[in-house]
């Protein structure tokens, strides 16, 4: 799970499609995997809950990201199946809250400037 919050980190998006279930890759191509991984600065990852059984693995957590002016906080308990390996088949979102970022905020991204003012979440490479 972490794994994968990397490589939308890092925008690399073979892994996060190859991670994807099978059955999952034909709804979620790598094309849209890409535009949402490049259009987001990832800010935070919390993991709440993993539990993991000998075939499944459910993780709850909170992704926190900037989208253009806005920042999502994203609440997801995901399904893991094992198969040949481990793969992401869905997820129940438990929360999605957009707040639009104001000018003069302190800008989410932990750079230390007003939003109107950072360039830092622009560039590549987020933290993790
Ligand atoms: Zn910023």
Redesign the pocket.
Known sequence: MRSRYSAYCHKAIDYIYQTYHPSMRQENPAAALAAFAHDS?FIKLDVHNAEQSVKEGFVEFTVKY?QHNLLYQFRERSRFVLEDRWYYLNGILMEQTPRKIQRNDQ?????G?K?KQ?????VSGSQI
């Open positions: 600065h900037m800008c989410p991204c932990n750079s400037k939003f950072c360039q830092q979440h622009l």
